[in-house]
């Protein structure tokens, strides 16, 4: 790639999004300069259609350039030929920048959202799209791979719903689903014409916000499938986005009037645990699998991914819930005998496996 298109593709992503920037240095060569081009042609996309004079004819020129790149004839924008390259390069498939388009057309069009599925919808064309595209740049071909990347990308979008809940009402756009607003007693034009925030919005935003802690919790899984070298700016990405929404959160959920920042003491931390979590996440995949443990009850093997602890607290102090060993089928007959305590149901582990497994035939 020509240095003078990547340096101005760099410029374009300078000015926009600062945690892109930031977390994209973390990339390998390799990757970075793809990323940085498919950033930069993602945000003059969308400069066009929200600041141009006539959104359709916007979208047909979008169209119509990216009919250019994928025939390998890019037009003399410096962003398209250097997308026109990335695509060649890396078989980059068109359907995502398609749907990618068909979120900006849904802006331009004013949509509104009834439900958090359709919030979903948009999320994945704008947002998603992009995280499936990043993954892919890296390398990553499994779909599980490519679904966790496009719940990131859908967690950092609703992130920035709740973060810009303000900033988009002045465009006059309405992105928290109408169902939520109305069982707060709100609608979308109490939201475009609110000044400050209030009580019922403060907990849609809080809805959101938990919302895309989930899909962040759900992604994470993702990034260990990702080669080893890029899994420090993914970290990095995931963290800080995150992390808007704690500010959202600590200024007391108001996106109204004011605009959720990271401080950098906070993201310099975050980047020293993304460098943490890559290296614990490599170390993780690199070692050898745990031998599966039996139930101290009734000597069956757990689950690999079976959770070792009472969800109860009304264990016995002598029987605390971090040395529960039983496994699943064992916990549902204690909670339904009416015990006090497991120590009250059966002995307490540890035991032998036969003494263990007469016990609980005895006592069940």
């Known amino acids: 790639m020509m240095a003078p298109e990547l340096q101005a593709c760099l410029e374009l992503m300078r000015g926009g999004s600062k945690t892109f920037f930031a977390a994209s240095r973390w990339l390998p060569p390799?990757?970075?300069?793809?990323?940085?081009?498919?950033?930069?042609?993602?945000?003059v996309a969308d400069d066009l259609v929200d600041e141009g004079e006539d959104c359709r004819l916007a979208l047909t020129l979008l169209q119509q350039r990216l009919d250019a790149i994928y025939a390998q004839t890019p037009r003399h924008f410096v962003e398209d030929q250097a997308l026109a390259l990335v695509v060649k390069n890396h078989d980059l498939p068109r359907a995502w920048l398609d749907a990618l388009l068909e979120g900006f057309a849904w802006d331009a069009a004013g949509r509104r959202y009834d439900t958090l599925h359709d919030v979903h919808a948009y999320a994945a064309r704008v947002a998603g799209s992009v995280g499936t595209m990043m993954a892919w740049l890296m390398g990553a071909r499994s779909q599980a791979t490519l679904a966790r990347a496009a719940e990131l990308g859908l967690a950092m979008q609703l992130t920035n719903i709740a973060r810009d809940v303000g900033e988009d009402a002045a465009r006059g756009r309405v992105y928290?689903?109408?169902?939520?607003?109305?069982?707060?007693?709100?609608?979308?034009?109490?939201?475009?014409?609110?000044?400050?925030?209030?009580?019922p919005l403060q907990r849609v935003t809080a809805r959101l916000l938990d919302e895309a802690n989930r899909l962040y919790a759900c992604a994470s899984s993702g990034i260990a499938a990702l080669p080893p070298d890029c899994r420090q700016a993914i970290w990095a990405a995931r963290w800080v986005y995150a992390e808007i929404g704690a500010e959202v959160?600590?200024?007391?959920?108001?996106?109204?009037?004011?605009?959720?920042?990271?401080?950098?003491?906070?993201?310099?931390?975050?980047?020293?645990?993304?460098?943490?979590?890559?290296?614990?996440?490599?170390s993780a995949a690199l070692s050898p699998p745990r031998r599966r443990r039996r139930c101290s009850f009734c000597w069956t093997r757990f689950h690999p991914i079976c959770p070792m602890r009472c969800p109860r607290a009304c264990v016995s102090s002598a029987t605390p819930s971090s040395v529960w060993r039983g496994c699943s089928s064992c916990l549902s007959a204690w909670l339904t005998s009416g015990a006090a305590c497991a120590k009250a149901a059966w002995p307490a582990p540890p035991m032998s496996g036969a003494a263990a497994h007469t016990a609980f035939r005895e006592n069940s």
């Open 30 to 43: 390799r990757v970075r300069s793809a990323a940085v081009v498919l950033y930069a042609f993602c945000r």
């Open 176 to 199: 928290l689903p109408e169902q939520w607003l109305a069982q707060e007693g709100l609608c979308a034009t109490d939201v475009l014409a609110s000044t400050h925030t209030s009580a």
């Open 249 to 282: 959160r600590r200024h007391g959920l108001d996106s109204v009037s004011r605009r959720a920042v990271v401080p950098r003491a906070r993201k310099a931390w975050l980047l020293t645990r993304a460098w943490i979590d890559a290296q614990s996440t490599s």
